[in-house]
């Protein structure tokens, strides 16, 4: 059974890429904070990025749900933005609409996922923390993480599924409901990075 990650096993992931700017620490450090798919994050367009780091935009995905807008603090804004600004150098000779989050991080062409990240993943856990994890954790476990935090939290199920883009049971109702607005999405997701901050996820962060 898939576990969560505990706080010291996150900072221990993290420590091998103590600086942002690398592929491998940022897609960790953003799959944290968000809750989101690896496919979601490394497959993200640059035009899908707010400029000012405060949002992107998920167009779709495994789910009925899955296209959102997912709202980022403004303590992981500026991360977001050092993407932005270092993938538009990288990528100045390709066409906006081609630009990503994270080209070092191949797509496979058939299925658009970042298949190797998985891989890459695998090795760098079991290296990190050891083989007794293995069948136990992986990268998903980061979404878990989030998912399980907010949670504990108090967060309700409604606005943790609407934020990660889980579906789940409807009744009558959901036909009048058009979801929360960006403001109140940001005020949920701060509630979980205080969360994650307070149970110390976010000391390597």
Known sequence: MEEIFTPEQVDKLLSGFS???????DLMRLALVTGCRVDE?????LDDVAQDGSSFSIRHGKTENAARIVPIVE??????V???????????????????LFPDWPLKPTTGKVNAVS???TRYRRLTLGAETDGRLAFHSFRHTWRTVARRAGV?????RELGGWE?????????DHGL??????QVQQEIWNALEAQGYLGKF
């Open 19 to 25: 600086k942002w700017g690398s592929r491998q620490g």
């Open 41 to 45: 994050i490394g497959s993200l367009l």
């Open 75 to 80: 303590n992981a804004q500026r991360l977001l």
């Open 82 to 100: 050092e993407r932005v600004t270092s993938g538009l150098q990288a990528q100045q000779q390709l066409a906006a609409g081609e630009r990503r």
């Open 119 to 121: 891989q890459w993943f």
């Open 156 to 160: 309700a199920e409604d606005r943790i």
């Open 168 to 176: 789940g049971e409807k009744d009558t109702a959901d036909m009048y």
């Open 181 to 186: 607005q960006r403001e109140q999405l940001t």
